[in-house]
């Protein structure tokens, strides 16, 4: 199992930039894909980012792609999201989660307690 907890949001203006953390428990968190998913009011969860556990590919869904940028570090059980040129309706509660595989958002749980992003206009 795996547990994770996000930190890194905040409330920041349009074109600002911001970094999320994803602390990871467990020892087996390098056998795990891990990704970045956000939710806003009134929506669903989507996928925003996904990595596989070497850290060796990504995916990224076509409204971040080119300003969100995920990435891991194994040896310290860390994920990052890192996004530049923010935008309004970017807002939404980030949540980092681990699963299978990373072509696979739809079957990743064991979910964080998600970090508030806003990005004011």
């Known amino acids: 199992q795996v547990h994770v907890v996000e930190s890194g949001g905040g409330l920041v203006q349009a074109g600002a930039s911001l970094r999320l953390s994803c602390a990871a428990s467990?020892?087996?968190?390098?056998?795990?894909?891990m990704g970045w998913f956000r939710q806003a009011p009134g929506t669903e969860r989507e996928v925003v980012a996904t990595?596989?556990?070497?850290?060796?590919?990504?995916y990224y869904t076509d409204s971040v792609k080119g300003r969100f940028t995920i990435s891991r570090d194994n040896a310290k059980n860390m994920v990052y999201l890192q996004m530049n040129s923010l935008k309004p309706e970017d807002t939404a509660v980030y949540y980092c989660?681990?699963?299978?595989?990373?072509?696979?958002?739809?079957?990743?749980?064991?979910w964080g307690q998600g970090t508030q992003v806003t990005v004011s206009s």
């Open positions: 990595i596989s556990p070497t850290g060796s590919s990504t």
């Open positions: 467990g020892r087996t968190f390098i056998l795990y894909a």
């Open positions: 989660a681990a699963g299978e595989s990373y072509s696979k958002p739809g079957q990743f749980g064991y």
